[in-house]
């Protein structure tokens, strides 16, 4: 499947979308699909602030086939965005309209844009921030696949986020909902998030083909990638980077997985298994530990008795931390003769004299070396310093 037309940033005219202008009021464009732009649309009875994705569906642009191929997508993801409409995890359709030349998709609007942009600006996610993600992609997958619906093009592009961080999936142009037993063989997706039995299915046709599995895998390769900053499969040859992929060839490599919990290793190793009839469903991975030790139910109700406690606890820690650090270590000769700036009445004094005597040329903020005061060097020497200086 390709998608290889760009549309333009110019608005479709009037009479091409009547129903739509009686209704919106579009405005700047807020992103851009090969086949789509997307703008920010106002209601004009509401003034409620939406998206709508605009895809242009001319012979004049495109071949027959393309024509064909970008309308039979859209009405899929059409008929798939009403049955998965509701879950809060999913991108709501909220107003379709098609006319002979355009189809306009309105939907919510979704104003921290992509996770990609917001990874690219975060560089890598806290174990924290990519659980509250990852449960809700998961969640979404599970509802999708319990309707028999494969996505196909999951990656954090189509992973949206709203004002308070909740994310939304989207872009269900390549999902399809399949009958019973039925397996699939078209290639299509993102090079990166490709599952292994997808290429291998595009290369051998006795493969039996692919179904759900495909989703995990990919969820496995986000998750790698918020928590890493950089995907598991990659090479700047493609067909390199799609042999490591069908040979599942990937590693917790440092500096960027020294600090990450085996935990969550653990839950990555499962979906980016090569076998898909072992590779994690969505419900087995939502019961994976990394996920289960957190779960808003086991969070304890507020006692303000254990609160008040731990608060005093903490106080009188404070406390014991503050006398240790004021307390005056015993002042022995040895001491004082082997390490005198050690100790703090000492080296207050030192740096009293040694800016009243050495004020000239003992400067503050200059990373000088203040050992070398308590040096046995003589006055001419340091005379000639000043001299060098000024």
């Known amino acids: 499947m390709t998608r290889d037309i760009i549309l333009g940033d110019e608005l479709p005219d009037w009479v091409g979308a009547k129903e739509f202008y009686q209704k919106y009021d579009p405005k700047e464009v807020i992103g851009r699909g090969v086949s789509s732009v997307v703008r920010r649309c106002v209601h004009k009875h509401t003034g409620q602030e939406f998206a709508v994705k605009i ?45 002979t030349t355009f189809i306009f998709l309105v939907f919510d609007l979704m104003r921290r844009g992509e996770l990609f942009d917001y990874l690219t600006e975060k560089v890598t996610l806290s174990e924290k921030e990519t659980r509250s993600i ?78 759900k599995e495909v989703d995990l895998w990919a969820c496995g390769v986000i998750m790698f990638t918020l928590l890493a900053g950089s995907p598991p499969f990659w090479h700047r040859k493609q067909l390199l980077m799609l042999r490591l992929i069908m040979e599942g060839r990937y590693q917790f490599s440092s500096p960027e997985w020294d600090d990450r919990s085996d935990t969550v290793k653990d839950l990555i190793s499962r979906l980016l298994v090569l076998e898909p009839t072992l590779r994690l469903t969505a419900e087995q991975a939502l019961a994976h530990p990394f996920f289960r030790q957190y779960l808003k139910e086991e969070v304890r ?11 005093i606890l903490t106080v009188l820690a404070c406390i014991r931390m503050q006398c240790r650090y ?11 003769a082997r390490d005198p700036y050690s100790i703090r009445g000492v080296r207050k004094l030192i740096d009293g004299c040694a800016f009243r005597i050495y004020g000239h040329w003992v400067k503050k903020g200059e990373q000088q070396n203040r050992a070398a005061l308590f040096q046995n060097t003589s006055k001419i020497i340091l005379m000639g310093l000043e001299e060098l200086e000024n």
């Open 301 to 311: 109700l507020f006692s303000p008795r254990k609160t008040f406690k731990a608060l």
């Open 326 to 336: 004021y307390r005056a270590r015993p002042l022995t000769k040895e001491l004082l």
């Open 55 to 99: 895809i242009e569906i001319t012979a004049e642009k495109m071949t027959e086939q393309q024509l064909e191929e970008v309308k039979s997508s859209t009405l899929k993801e059409i008929h798939v965005l009403n049955v998965v409409k509701g879950h809060p995890s999913i991108i709501t359709l909220i107003d379709s309209y098609e006319s």
């Open 134 to 211: 990852m449960r809700a992609l998961l969640e979404a997958v599970q509802y999708l696949h319990s309707l028999n619906i494969v996505h196909r093009d999951l990656k954090p592009e189509n992973v949206l986020l709203d004002d308070q961080g909740h994310i939304k999936l989207s872009d269900f142009g390549f999902s399809v909902q399949l009958g019973p037993d039925e397996k699939l063989r078209e290639l299509c997706g993102t090079p990166g998030y490709l599952a292994p039995e997808i290429l291998k299915c595009s290369m051998d046709e006795t493969h039996e083909g692919y179904g």
